[in-house]
């Protein structure tokens, strides 16, 4: 089935090594986003791709960085997670934008000890 | 005020129940609304996608106010599986690719 995967499901790093989340989408989707969420709060925005052209949010640390090598892949890295790095990361896909349904994948719970 | 509004609840609610969220929403040129389950810690699941006329799915009830820009879900004979955080999204406008989440409302349903 076409879908939105994420790995590792669960990562835990140590406070300040670098870590990268992936995420692939079988949809052939052109918008790709990455969003942080702490419990109880609302999904956070960090960037989004359109195709290849790559979007920050104002707030997003510069600590996170992003790739998107080709349409199937994207990637977040976190340089030096901190404590308050601990969240929930998914990955989302929209066929061109934010008119339209997003499709998630299961996400990465990021543990930093 | 926020740009997507919604009581976080929780709503807590018998089997069998109706029950009712509304959403508020800021950006009165927003073109496209939904409702997004999300059970706990899992991702956000499309739930229902919401069109100007309302649109029904089962026991769900979707609609729109634009006078008033909210958007409202109501659930029918509620189940225990129905219980779940259910988060508003107004989709973008004016070419921008980026929705606007609501927090999210948390409904509970006790047999």
């Known amino acids: 089935d076409a879908m939105v995967i994420q790995n590792p499901r669960y990562q835990v790093t140590q406070f300040g090594k670098p870590v990268t989340l992936s995420c692939s989408q079988t949809?052939?989707?052109?918008?790709m986003y990455w969003y942080q969420q702490k419990s109880s709060q609302a999904p956070k925005l960090l960037f989004h791709?359109?195709?290849?052209?790559?979007?920050n949010e104002a707030d997003t640390p510069d600590n996170f960085q992003s790739r998107r090598p080709n349409t199937s892949f994207c990637f977040l890295d976190i340089r030096s997670p901190g404590l308050g790095d601990a969240a929930m990361y998914l990955c989302?896909?929209?066929?061109?934008?934010?008119?339209?349904?997003?499709?998630f994948g299961p996400g990465t719970r990021l543990l930093v000890l | 005020r926020k740009e997507v509004e919604q009581d976080p609840g929780p709503f807590n609610v018998p089997e069998g129940a109706t029950v009712a969220f509304n959403c508020t929403y800021s950006?009165?040129?927003?073109?496209?609304f939904f409702w997004y389950r999300q059970d706990c810690r899992k991702e956000p699941k499309l739930l229902m996608s919401?069109?100007?006329s309302g649109n029904e799915d089962g026991r769900f009830t979707a609609q729109l106010n634009r006078a008033s820009q909210y958007i409202s879900l109501l659930i029918r004979d509620s189940k225990l599986s129905d219980s779940a955080t259910y988060l508003c999204?107004?989709?973008?406008?004016?070419?921008?690719?980026?929705?606007?989440f609501g927090r999210g409302t948390s409904l509970i349903v006790h047999p």
């Open positions: 989302a896909t929209s066929i061109r934008g934010g008119m339209e349904t997003q499709y």
């Open positions: 791709y359109y195709d290849k052209d790559f979007n």
């Open positions: 919401v069109y100007s």
């Open positions: 950006n009165s040129a927003s073109q496209s």
């Open positions: 999204v107004v989709g973008a406008s004016g070419g921008s690719y980026i929705p606007t």
């Open positions: 949809l052939n989707h052109n918008v």
